[in-house]
């Protein structure tokens, strides 16, 4: 049957030739696209890498950088760390600028520095942890970080640092050359809360659970002070304000449970709990907004006052 209405012929051409027009532009739009419109976090990855593998020293230990510095972005990763990419992405991975120092006359290098920006001071922090093997000795000073029989790695505000090397040396003096180069880490991204003054810092570690046998302790991070020629460890809790109150509460009903005796002093408007230990002997501990804090010494006149001093800095030393 005739349509009613016929289709002028120029019309009838235009609708036979729109599926090929389609067809073209679809390919032409396909081969002319900005990368940038599809995927805009990893070219600004790529380009906060670059600026990134610009502050890192062009000698280290006495060592010659050796070649260009590599840089990896999330499509890019698994060149490098094949089958343990999807860790780092999962951890907060942001990029990864890679060093070599001292090549020898094979262009084999005697050190490989990864810098890992994983975006937050804590992604940082929780992936030095993880990674922190058996062997792991914590770096001396307020340094989070370790080394071992084959290198070192660090937190140094939102990068991890890896400095592997092969042929043994003295690694030390590359921790500060590393953060002087980093520069300092900005006051507002703390990658662990502060703790009081009670001593000279020797060392600072992770204690992912069960602190001292207590498994209601966890994620802790310790530090060990000198302080009149002893030692002394100190440990910190963060969380949200909710969090902390409820780890106060429930350490405090744990020591009524175990006949723990303890006894509650004010100490700058806050509670400060005094406790009696068989097992560990004379400690202390106290909130402060975000974090529980704890000491295991005798809460003496030294140490109370330099407690009453952190306490009305709002837990800053």
């Given at each position: 049957?005739?349509?009613p209405l016929?289709?002028?012929?120029p019309?009838?051409?235009?609708?036979?030739?729109?599926?090929?027009?389609?067809?073209?532009?679809?390919?032409?739009?396909?081969?002319?696209?900005?990368?940038?419109?599809?995927?805009?976090?990893?070219?600004?990855?790529?380009?906060?890498?670059?600026?990134?593998a610009?502050?890192?020293?062009?000698?280290?230990?006495?060592?010659?950088?050796?070649?260009?510095?590599?840089?990896?972005?999330?499509?890019?990763?698994?060149?490098?760390?094949?089958?343990?990419?999807?860790?780092?992405?999962?951890?907060?991975?942001?990029?990864?600028?890679?060093?070599?120092?001292?090549?020898?006359?094979?262009?084999?290098?005697?050190?490989?520095?990864?810098?890992?920006?994983?975006?937050?001071?804590?992604?940082?922090?929780?992936?030095?942890?993880?990674?922190?093997?058996?062997?792991?000795?914590?770096l001396?000073?307020?340094?989070?970080?370790?080394r071992?029989?084959?290198?070192?790695?660090?937190?140094?505000?939102?990068?991890?640092?890896?400095?592997?090397?092969?042929?043994?040396?003295?690694?030390?003096?590359?921790?500060?050359?590393?953060?002087?180069?980093?520069?300092?880490?900005?006051?507002?991204?703390?990658?662990?809360?502060?703790?009081?003054?009670?001593?000279?810092v020797?060392?600072?570690?992770?204690?992912?659970?069960?602190?001292?046998?207590?498994?209601?302790?966890?994620?802790?991070?310790?530090?060990?002070?000198?302080?009149?020629?002893?030692e002394?460890?100190?440990?910190v809790?963060?969380?949200?304000?909710?969090?902390?109150?409820?780890?106060?509460?429930?350490?405090?009903?744990?020591?009524?449970?175990?006949?723990?005796?303890?006894?509650?002093?004010?100490?700058?408007?806050?509670?400060?709990?005094?406790?009696?230990?068989?097992?560990?002997?004379?400690?202390?501990?106290?909130?402060?907004?975000?974090?529980?804090?704890?000491?295991?010494?005798?809460?003496?006149?030294g140490?109370?006052?330099?407690?009453?001093?952190?306490?009305?800095?709002?837990?800053?030393?």
């Open positions: 049957m005739a349509s016929p289709v002028p012929w019309a009838r051409w235009g609708l036979l030739l729109l599926p090929p027009m389609l067809a073209t532009g679809l390919y032409w739009q396909s081969r002319h696209y900005d990368p940038g419109l599809v995927d805009l976090r990893v070219s600004r990855s790529e380009a906060a890498m670059v600026g990134i610009a502050l890192l020293p062009t000698t280290l230990l006495g060592r010659k950088q050796a070649g260009k510095v590599r840089s990896f972005s999330r499509h890019t990763l698994y060149e490098y760390v094949n089958g343990h990419a999807e860790y780092y992405i999962s951890a907060g991975f942001e990029g990864l600028a890679v060093a070599e120092y001292g090549a020898d006359a094979q262009g084999q290098p005697s050190l490989v520095l990864n810098l890992w920006d994983l975006g937050m001071p804590l992604h940082a922090f929780g992936v030095l942890m993880d990674e922190a093997g058996p062997d792991a000795v914590a001396d000073g307020e340094v989070l970080g370790y071992t029989g084959g290198g070192l790695s660090l937190a140094h505000g939102r990068y991890y640092l890896q400095l592997s090397a092969f042929g043994g040396g003295n690694l030390a003096p590359a921790v500060e050359a590393l953060r002087a180069a980093l520069g300092p880490v900005p006051n507002t991204e703390p990658a662990v809360a502060e703790f009081p003054s009670v001593g000279k020797v060392a600072t570690r992770f204690v992912k659970e069960a602190y001292h046998g207590l498994d209601l302790l966890g994620n802790v991070i310790e530090r060990r002070f000198e302080r009149d020629g002893t002394i460890e100190a440990f809790i963060q969380g949200t304000a909710e969090k902390v109150t409820d780890l106060e509460r429930s350490l405090l009903a744990f020591l009524d449970t175990e006949g723990i005796g303890h006894e509650t002093l004010a100490v700058a408007g806050r509670a400060v709990h005094r406790v009696s230990d068989p097992y560990e002997g004379d400690w202390f501990f106290f909130t402060v907004t975000d974090r529980l804090v704890g000491v295991y010494a005798p809460l003496d006149k140490l109370q006052a330099a407690v009453q001093d952190y306490l009305a800095r709002g837990g800053t030393p």
